[in-house]
Structures are given as C-alpha cells and as structure tokens.
C-alpha cells in the first residue's frame, strides 16, 4: 500500500487529493474509497494509507484508511 498526507478535501463534494510520500503527481481521493471505521471525511495533513488505481483519467486512491501512529 502507498501512504501519503491529504492535501485538501472537500466535504461538500466528497473528494480531494493526496501527495504520495514517494512524489509523483496527487492522487485523487473520493469519500466513498476511505475503509477506516466511522470515517466519512478526510483534512488537510492527516496521514493515510491507501492502494493506488491508474486508469486513463489518472491516479484514484482506493481503500483509504487513517494512519493513527
């Protein structure tokens, strides 16, 4: 799994971007791809981890879960 630090997530719409600790380009990240329990939303600097899906519109994070450590 990647990992990586959201960089802005917009609750009304329910997407936003992640940077990956490795570089490249931001990974978009829909509300409805976080796994952690009771999570619904993501802010700005938390830490999370996530799988990465390439299609042709770009980079998707899939399985994103709240890094607590």
Known sequence: MATGIV???ND???FGLITPDLG???VFAR???IST???KKL???ERV???VLESAAGL??????LITE
Do not use: C, H, M, T
């Not at 998707?60 to 879960?65: H, V």
């Open 31 to 33: 509300g409805d791809a």
């Open 60 to 65: 998707f994070a899939l399985n994103i879960q």
């Open 49 to 51: 981890r996530y799988e």
């Open 43 to 45: 802010k700005a600097l």
């Open 7 to 9: 960089r802005s997530f």
């Open 37 to 39: 329990p009771g999570v």
């Open 12 to 14: 009304s719409k329910g």
């Open 24 to 26: 490249g380009p931001p």
